[in-house]
Nanobody, 124 residues
């Protein structure tokens, strides 16, 4: 079956960095656009970043533009999210997701598969 497993979350001070990874199995990774979404306590899950099948196109939420970088390695079936200059408002559970539609405009409703999430906590 399809599995997406996130890792790399943790506790970091404001201004610090984290790199999240999402390892995929059970699917032809290169045929899926990939996205990162996040959910803060008491809030809805929101889009953070997406990357096309080949990695040639990316899109970011305005709130993370210039701060986060999404990338993928199709040979390793892995997508990454480099997060720099972290702020307390970046705290939440971060989920990776796979979408069969090859578009960086994917919404959470269009994603076919989800990981279990990894907690990111940024202290002030």
């Amino acid at each position: 079956q399809v599995k997406l497993v996130e890792s790399g979350g943790g506790l970091v001070q404001a201004g610090g960095s984290l790199r999240l990874s999402c390892a995929a199995s059970g699917l032809t990774f290169g045929r899926f656009a990939m996205g990162w979404f996040r959910q803060a306590p008491g809030k809805e899950r929101e889009f953070a970043a997406a990357i096309s099948r080949t990695g040639g196109t990316t899109r970011y939420a305005d709130s993370v533009k210039g701060q986060f970088t999404i990338s993928r390695d199709n040979a390793k079936n892995t997508v990454y999210l480099q997060m720099n200059s972290l702020r307390p408002e970046d705290t939440g559970v971060y989920y990776c997701a796979a979408a069969s539609r090859d578009s960086v405009s994917i919404t959470r409703h269009e994603c076919d598969y989800w990981g279990q999430g990894t907690q990111v906590t940024v202290s002030s």
